[in-house]
C-alpha cells in the first residue's frame, strides 16, 4: 500500500471507540469535504465492545467503491483488520480503518504507531469519533490558508458545542493570530474569563496543522490531556491561525475520559501535564509555566481546606509558594484588598 500512502496532501486522524451512536456523522463529514486534492481519513477503532466496528464497516460497505480499480483492499497484520477504499461519490475522498484486535488505549505511542505510515501527509487534520464537522469546505479553507502561509503551523476555526437539549459557540474570545506564549497562556484556569464554552483557545475536531519535519516529541503521550500539549508543540514551529467560521460540533460530556471526572485528580494531573510541558520546552516558557503550576496547586489547597483536609491544603499551600511565590503573593494580596 505504500503507492496509495503518498498520494495524499492531507490525513485525517479519527480516534474512536465506543462511539457506534455518533461514528456515522464523523464519516458523513469527511465525505462531504469537497476539495481540489486527494485526501485520505484514518479511522482506528479500539477494539470497541458496543458494535462500533459492524457500524463502520456497514458505512464502508454502502458508500465505499469496492472494485479493484480504485485500490479497494482487505488485509490483516498482528494489531488490526484494515480496509482502504475510495468514497463512490467523492473521488477525493479515500477511507483506511484500522479495527484494532485489543484495546490499545493505555498503549498510546504503539496506537499510533500503528497508523503511522497513513499520517505522512503534508498536513494532519484531527476529529474524535464523537465529533463531526458541518461545512463541506472546512479542509479546503485551512489548506487553502496554511498553503499561503507557510510561517503558520496549526490552524483551527470556530466550533459549536453541543450540549443536551442546548448549542452553544465554543470560542467567543475570538482571536486572529497566536505564539506558543498565547497557548500556553489561554487554559483552563482562564477560559471562563475569556467566555469560552471550551478550556483551551481551539477545539481539538477544528485542528488542522502543517505535519513537522521531525516527529512530534514524546512527551506529548506523556500528557493527561492530549490536545493544549500538542497545540503547545505544534506551536514551536510556527503560528497559530483561527478563523470565525463554525465548521465542527463537539459533542460535551460524551467521550471516554468525561465520564469519570473527579475535579481533585483533575487539577493534580494538571499540574503533572504542565510539569511534563515545561520539561518538554526545556524550562524555556517557565515563566508563563510555573505561575500556572502554582495556580493549580492554590486551587488544591482551597478545595481540600473546605474539605477540612488540613494538613493536606498545607501541603498544596506550600508547592505553590516552592513552584512560584509571586503568584501565591497576589493572590494573597487579592485576599486582604477583597476584605
Not at 497566536?178 to 464554552?197: C, M, T
Request: charged share 25%; hydrophobic share 35%; net charge neutral.
Amino acid at each position: 500500500m505504500s503507492k496509495e500512502r503518498n498520494l495524499y496532501i492531507l490525513s485525517v486522524q479519527c480516534m474512536t471507540y465506543n462511539q457506534s451512536a455518533y461514528i456515522i456523522d464523523a464519516l458523513n463529514g469527511f465525505t462531504m469535504q469537497k476539495t481540489n486534492f486527494p485526501f485520505v481519513a484514518v479511522v482506528v477503532d479500539d477494539a470497541s465492545t458496543d458494535g462500533e466496528q459492524e457500524v463502520i464497516k456497514s458505512y464502508i460497505d454502502e458508500q465505499f467503491d469496492h472494485s479493484i480499480g480504485t485500490g479497494y483492499k482487505e488485509w490483516e497484520t498482528e494489531d488490526a483488520l484494515w480496509t482502504f477504499a475510495q468514497h463512490k461519490e467523492n473521488e477525493n475522498c479515500h477511507i483506511v480503518v484500522a479495527c484494532l484486535k485489543r484495546n490499545l488505549y493505555r498503549e498510546q505511542d504503539k496506537k499510533e504507531g500503528v497508523i503511522k505510515d497513513w499520517m505522512n501527509a503534508k498536513y494532519i487534520a484531527l476529529c474524535e469519533g464523537d465529533d463531526y464537522w458541518t461545512d463541506p469546505l472546512k479542509l479546503q479553507k485551512q489548506v487553502d490558508f496554511m498553503e499561503t502561509y507557510p510561517d503558520y503551523s496549526l490552524c483551527f476555526t470556530n466550533t459549536i458545542v453541543k450540549h443536551v437539549g442546548f448549542d452553544e459557540v465554543a470560542v467567543n474570545h475570538v482571536w486572529d493570530t497566536y505564539n506558543i506564549e498565547d497557548l500556553i497562556g489561554n487554559n483552563a484556569l482562564n477560559a471562563k474569563s475569556r467566555g469560552d464554552n471550551i478550556v483551551s483557545c481551539g477545539h481539538t475536531s477544528t485542528l488542522l496543522y502543517r505535519r513537522p519535519e521531525s516527529p512530534l516529541p514524546n512527551w506529548i503521550s506523556r500528557c493527561y490531556i492530549g490536545d493544549e500539549p500538542l497545540f503547545i508543540a505544534l506551536a514551536q514551529y510556527g503560528k497559530a491561525k483561527f478563523i470565525n467560521e463554525q465548521t465542527s460540533v463537539y459533542r460535551a460530556l460524551v467521550g471516554v475520559s468525561s465520564k469519570d471526572f473527579k475535579q481533585e485528580v483533575d487539577w493534580q494531573n494538571r499540574i503533572q501535564m504542565y510539569e511534563i510541558i515545561n520539561e518538554g520546552l526545556g524550562y524555556k516558557y517557565r515563566k508563563i509555566i510555573d505561575p500556572i503550576i502554582a495556580q493549580w496547586y492554590l486551587k488544591l489547597c482551597k478545595l481540600t481546606w473546605k474539605k477540612k483536609n488540613k494538613k493536606e491544603a498545607i501541603m498544596y499551600f506550600y508547592k505553590s509558594i516552592v513552584v512560584d511565590g509571586k503568584t501565591v503573593m497576589r493572590w494573597i494580596t487579592g485576599k486582604i484588598r477583597s476584605h
